[in-house]
């Protein structure tokens, strides 16, 4: 099912076909635990899955909030006390928002906290305003997000996209640098 959010509506969204049945992988009934890199389902049940055309129509329109979910790379251990580390940046769909490590499975209170009142900022409260979340190709992080989202912190106009920056990519779109969301 297609929701149209109407300020979208003239974007004539279109949800990118499943796979065939035989490649069909079931959405679970929780979130996705491990393994985050993989095939992933072809719907996100509350949501609506979009292809690169339909994210970049989204994008252009300039209505939706863009939510990166990759995760930051922990701090290297074994460091010598001291030694300064600088979190690598993210190349993003320019203008999207980078909240990492919200895409697991479980997520701490702390995380989980910092993903609700990130999201309540950027939506300036709104649970209707559109958000579409994404990481990279078949990565359960964003489906995990997306679902959050949706069941847990009530969101209505949730889009899912699978392809992430790397369909975002190599569809010949810009992407940019960006610093995780504090």
């Known amino acids: 099912m297609i929701r149209l959010i109407p300020a979208l509506a ?9 796979a065939a049945q035989d490649d069909m ?8 635990m491990q393994e985050f890199r ?26 939706a909030i863009f939510v990166d979910v990759f995760p930051q790379p922990p701090r290297p251990e074994g460091l010598p006390e001291g030694t300064i580390w600088n979190a690598p940046r993210r190349d993003t769909i320019p203008g999207g928002t980078w909240l990492p490590n919200v895409g697991f499975g479980a997520i701490e209170a702390e995380r989980d906290a910092y993903f609700r009142e990130h999201l309540a900022e950027l939506t300036g409260g709104d649970a209707a305003h559109p958000l579409v979340f994404y990481c990279l190709a078949d990565c359960w992080m964003s489906w995990n997000a997306a679902k959050r989202a949706i069941v847990e912190y009530g969101y209505s106009a949730v889009y ?7 369909g975002w990519s190599a569809a010949g779109h810009d992407l940019q640098k960006v610093d995780a969301a504090e």
């Open 160 to 166: 899912w996209y699978p392809k992430g920056t790397d």
């Open 38 to 63: 993989g095939p992933v389902p072809a719907s996100l049940e509350g949501g609506t899955m979009i292809d690169t055309e339909t994210a970049h129509r989204l994008w252009e329109a300039g209505e």
């Open 10 to 18: 003239a974007l004539a969204l279109a949800v990118v076909p499943c």
């Open 25 to 32: 992988i079931p959405e679970p009934d929780g979130y996705r």
